[in-house]
């Protein structure tokens, strides 16, 4: 549970460094060519980003934190669970609603990864990536525990 839990810290922390990237580029790009649009007029004076590091920097370290974190989710949920799983209900994987989101997490931080290393995905298109991730993450605690019934979650208890 501390693994998955470290995961989702990572992910947290790894989300505000991608959206924060993503306003921080199109602040850069506005101070060099001058502001086009409301957004990067307003983004272009707002005085505490020039705090922030840099896009690149805040992508590059996102990047490094998802990758721990990657791993932290695939030892915390994906293998352990599964040993958890095999000894709690006889087997490994039961196709259970909150099994199948976590591994699609596991499948859209891996894609992430691999466009990120192998395909050259950077700047925004790595960071939408990883944001993606974040909200398959929000639809697993906030929905499938909740909406969907199974092993895992708290649907159908009463109210």
Wanted: proline share 4%; charged share 10%; aromatic share 18%.
């Amino acid at each position: 549970m501390s693994l998955a839990a470290s995961a989702i810290g990572l992910f947290v922390l790894t989300f505000a460094m991608n959206v924060l990237q993503l306003v921080q580029a199109r602040r850069e790009k506005a101070l060099a060519q001058g502001p086009s649009g409301w957004f990067e007029r307003t983004v272009s004076r707002w005085q505490f980003m020039h705090l922030v590091p840099k896009a690149f920097s805040l992508e590059s370290w996102a990047y490094r934190l998802n990758a721990v974190g990657f791993v932290f989710w695939t030892l915390g949920p994906m293998i352990t669970g599964a040993i958890w799983a095999q000894q709690s209900w006889g087997r490994y994987w039961g196709w259970d609603p909150k099994e199948v989101w976590t591994f699609v997490i596991w499948v859209v931080y891996a894609g992430y990864l691999h466009a990120r290393a192998t395909r050259g995905w950077t700047g925004n298109r790595a960071a939408w990536l990883s944001i993606i991730g974040f909200i398959c993450i929000i639809i697993n605690y906030a929905v499938v525990n909740v909406y969907f019934p199974g092993l895992h979650s708290y649907a159908g208890l009463p109210e």
